[in-house]
């Protein structure tokens, strides 16, 4: 009986709870674009908007592109956008990303292959974590990709610092061996011109 009980309180005593993120702010947020470069996001063509609850925010594209084919131009097969945000939060608290989802459209003919990438860090910081899927063809279909981070995992901003955050992304077309008179693309793109790239907020209270 005593070997038992011991054995069930040495389980227990290794059980971990995991971290749980804070309630969001009920102050609101705004996203300052300090800069925007990339031939994926000309200037005019990207917008942000923040979630009612404080939760998440919207990357509206609009001319996000890359593709090969007769009518393509060189550089075309890729193409590529780095937001830099300055994210302005209620006084006490700070922020990470948990999760990215990522929507758009690709149309391969057979033989040509896709790839998506993505990465996301604070000015300053490294720039560890690299995300990036492929697609082969043929296939013509929106597509989606999460990236998800564990909560006890996710970086956050340093309280008190100023650093701003920074979004790189990338749309990569490899013609291989499909047919070189036809068109294959992918898009950050919809049939209304704007596809949405949400980033979930994860929130932390800074210690007083």
Request: overall charge positive; proline content about 6%; aromatic content about 10%.
């Amino acid at each position: 009986m005593i070997s038992t009980l011991a054995a069930a309180g040495l389980a227990l005593s290794t059980i971990v709870i995991p971290p749980v993120a804070d309630p969001p702010p009920t102050g609101q947020i705004t996203i300052d674009v300090v800069t925007v470069n990339g031939s994926g996001c000309r200037i005019g063509t990207a917008a942000i908007a923040v979630s009612p609850d404080n939760k998440a925010f919207t990357v509206t594209y609009s001319d996000y592109l890359a593709q090969v084919g007769p009518q393509a131009k060189p550089t075309d097969f890729r193409k590529n956008c780095q937001l830099n945000l300055k994210v302005n939060v209620p006084g006490g608290f700070t922020y990470g990303i948990a999760q990215a989802d990522y929507r758009g459209f690709a149309h391969l003919e057979k033989g040509a292959k896709g790839t998506q990438k993505a990465s996301y860090y604070f000015q300053g910081m490294s720039d560890n974590d690299q995300r990036s899927k492929t697609w082969s063809g043929a296939m013509s279909d929106s597509f989606q990709v999460t990236h998800k981070t564990d909560i006890a995992s996710i970086i956050y901003h340093p309280c008190g610092a100023k650093r701003n955050f920074n979004i790189n992304t990338e749309l990569r077309v490899d013609k291989g061996t499909s047919d070189p008179k036809k068109t294959s693309f992918m898009a950050m793109d919809s049939t209304d011109g704007s596809i949405e790239t949400i980033y979930h907020f994860a929130w932390k209270k800074c210690p007083k």
